[in-house]
Nanobody, 127 residues
Framework: QLQVVESGGGLVQPGGSLSLSCDVS????????IAWFRQVPGKEREGVSC????????YYGASAKGRFTTSRDNAKSTGYLRMLSLKPEDSGVYYC????????????????????WGQGTRVTVAS
């Protein structure tokens, strides 16, 4: 069992940056991947990034490539999402999710593959 808690959302101007954190607790002795998803009203939850637990390999969704960076500190059981050059369309609720698999061991952004979710943190990009 894992528990996941996100933090770091807020209001940021277009072109600005923001960092999100994902604290994972519980049985963290096994390798687990940490993924970020975002959701806007009326749309499906979209995969943003995933970082594996065994080798820290990172994967990104199309909207995140080149602007977002995911990382993790295994000693702190914390994942991070650093977002640069933010656009209004990046607004939404960002969810952190974890699973006891590396990212590549199952469909990376298939929501049903993730069993542990945070409550979400809202990011608003507006002037």
């Amino acid at each position: 069992q894992l528990q996941v808690v996100e933090s770091g959302g807020g209001l940021v101007q277009p072109g600005g940056s923001l960092s999100l954190s994902c604290d994972v607790s519980g049985d963290t002795t096994n390798y687990y991947s940490i993924a970020w998803f975002r959701q806007v009203p009326g749309k499906e939850r979209e995969g943003v990034s995933c970082i594996s637990g065994s080798d820290n390999t990172a994967y990104y969704g199309a909207s995140a490539k080149g602007r977002f960076t995911t990382s993790r500190d295994n000693a702190k059981s914390t994942g991070y999402l650093r977002m640069l050059s933010l656009k209004p369309e990046d607004s939404g609720v960002y969810y952190c999710a974890a699973r006891i698999l590396d990212c590549h061991e199952a469909a990376i952004f298939r929501i049903q593959e993730y069993h542990y979710w945070g409550q979400g943190t809202r990011v608003t990009v507006a002037s």
